[in-house]
């Protein structure tokens, strides 16, 4: 099993940033993709973008091209969700999610296997 724990959120003004982290523990040696999912309020759960645990090679959904980015440390089994001119259409909560495999573009939440519980990012206008 892997465990995830999400922190970083909070509530920022339109053009800020913020950085989540995603701490990994547990079997992380089964991570080969890390995802970084979105869900706001009456909406379906969004694909935002993932990397791949062990290559480093990331993919991004078009709304947050340029503008997000993701890394991760595997010494310190963490992943990274850098969000620069952050927009009031991307309030959200925040998921990271592992998969025990590595499907080049793959944006299938089902695909995913372990969750974290989430955080909260507010932007404001």
């Known amino acids: 099993q892997v465990q995830l724990v999400e922190s970083g959120g909070g509530l920022v003004q339109a053009g800020g940033s913020l950085r989540l982290s995603c701490a990994a523990s547990?079997?992380?040696?089964?991570?080969?993709?890390m995802g970084w999912f979105r869900q706001a309020p009456g909406k379906e759960r969004e694909f935002v973008g993932a990397?791949?645990?062990?290559?480093?090679?990331?993919y991004y959904t078009d709304s947050v091209k340029g503008r997000f980015t993701i890394s991760r440390d595997n010494v310190m089994n963490t992943g990274y969700l850098q969000m620069n001119s952050l927009k009031p259409e991307d309030t959200a909560v925040y998921y990271c999610?592992?998969?025990?495999?590595?499907?080049?573009?793959?944006?299938?939440?089902?695909?995913?296997?372990?969750w974290g519980q989430g955080t909260q990012v507010t932007v404001s206008s």
């Open positions: 999610a592992a998969d025990r495999a590595y499907r080049k573009n793959n944006s299938d939440p089902k695909s995913f296997s372990f």
């Open positions: 990397i791949s645990w062990t290559g480093g090679s990331s």
């Open positions: 547990g079997r992380t040696f089964t991570i080969y993709t």
